[in-house]
């Protein structure tokens, strides 16, 4: 898929798109890709994904306290999908600046993406699991890492020269950047 240069390209196909790439999304992520790079009014954000529903493009569902627009509603937000939906934050962030980005399947990319011509991975690294990081990174070839984390005390655990960030994402979603040691 391709990143976000313009407003007007954030429409209902590219909504269509973002879902049929990444399966599933939190209802939040939708309405704010509409509202921060499209600049739809509540009432406009609401109404494509109401399009969306009624032509059965995604559907919602609720999973505890959150809601999700996911294509089939029988799908399960569990492991690699829930993590892959906290990343999908981070690439928010970078949206504007991304040519083209992808769900990927590797154990070392939840999310990757290009940027001016350079490769990025999101990595998420379930607390416990920083050692399986660690390896994920050393075999996934020349990209630059953003890696997401549960816990702050995770960071000196993990060890790469290709960490561009680490990400945190706390209770209201936002999602905090810290430098790797050494980072200028």
Same mark, same amino acid.
């Given at each position: 898929?391709?990143?976000? #240069?313009?407003?007007?390209?954030?429409?209902? %196909?590219?909504?269509?798109?973002?879902?049929? %790439? @990444?399966?599933?999304?939190? !209802?939040?992520?939708? $309405? &704010?890709?509409?509202?921060? @790079?499209?600049? @739809?009014? #509540?009432? =406009?954000?609401? =109404?494509? !994904?109401? +399009?969306?529903?009624?032509?059965?493009?995604?559907?919602?569902?609720?999973? /505890? *306290?959150?809601?999700? $627009?996911?294509?089939?509603?029988?799908?399960?937000?569990?492991?690699?999908? +829930? +993590?892959?939906?906290?990343? $999908?934050?981070?690439?928010? *962030?970078?949206? =504007?600046?991304? *040519?083209?980005?992808?769900?990927?399947?590797?154990? &070392? &990319?939840?999310?990757?993406? %290009?940027?001016?011509?350079?490769?990025? &991975?999101?990595? @998420?690294?379930?607390?416990?699991?920083?050692?399986?990081?660690?390896?994920?990174?050393?075999?996934?070839?020349?990209?630059?890492? $953003?890696?997401?984390?549960? *816990?702050?005390?995770?960071?000196?655990?993990?060890?790469? /020269? +290709?960490?561009?960030?680490?990400?945190?994402?706390?209770?209201?979603?936002?999602?905090?950047?810290?430098?790797?040691?050494?980072?200028?």
């Amino acid at each position: 898929m391709y990143g976000i #240069k313009r407003p007007e390209e954030v429409d209902l %196909e590219y909504c269509c798109s973002l879902i049929a %790439e @990444y399966t599933a999304l939190d !209802c939040a992520q939708m $309405f &704010s890709l509409l509202k921060r @790079y499209g600049g @739809y009014r #509540k009432r =406009d954000r609401i =109404d494509i !994904c109401r +399009q969306m529903r009624m032509q059965k493009y995604i559907h919602r569902i609720e999973v /505890g *306290d959150r809601k999700y $627009f996911v294509l089939n509603p029988q799908i399960s937000i569990t492991g690699r999908l +829930q +993590q892959q939906i906290r990343c $999908f934050w981070l690439l928010l *962030d970078y949206l =504007d600046r991304v *040519d083209q980005h992808f769900a990927a399947g590797t154990p &070392s &990319s939840v999310i990757t993406m %290009e940027i001016e011509g350079r490769d990025y &991975s999101i990595l @998420y690294a379930a607390k416990g699991k920083e050692r399986a990081c660690n390896y994920s990174m050393e075999r996934g070839g020349i990209t630059r890492y $953003f890696v997401m984390v549960e *816990d702050l005390g995770q960071i000196p655990l993990i060890k790469n /020269g +290709q960490i561009h960030a680490f990400a945190m994402l706390d209770e209201k979603n936002t999602v905090h950047y810290y430098l790797p040691e050494g980072a200028v």
